[in-house]
């Protein structure tokens, strides 16, 4: 699941934690995680939430690696 930083930020997280929750709830491995989009070639400077899950018999997918520099001027990235 990919969404928008507000997920983790809203209302102290409460929208990742029960997303998150919910995930493990049905037996499920999960892990949420941010990233930039343009570490990954979108051509824009945002933080997305990305949030992955597995079956306990399945590999959890590991954190992509970025393919791209990303360069921000005046910016910060801030959870």
């Known amino acids: ?3 928008v930083v507000d997920l983790v930020k809203f209302a102290h997280g409460f929208l990742g934690r029960y997303a998150l929750s919910k995930l ?3 037996n499920y491995q ?3 995680g ?3 989009a343009g570490s ?4 824009q400077f945002c ?3 990305f949030m992955w899950g ?5 590999k959890l997918p590991q ?3 970025p393919t791209h520099n990303v360069v921000a001027r005046g910016l910060t990235p801030t959870v």
Request: aromatic share 8%; hydrophobic share 60%.
């Open 1 to 3: 699941m990919e969404n």
């Open 24 to 26: 493990v709830g049905m």
């Open 30 to 32: 999960a892990r949420m």
């Open 34 to 36: 941010m990233m930039v």
């Open 40 to 43: 990954y070639g979108l051509l």
């Open 47 to 49: 933080m997305r939430v």
């Open 54 to 58: 597995a079956l306990p018999s399945e």
């Open 63 to 65: 954190y992509l690696l």
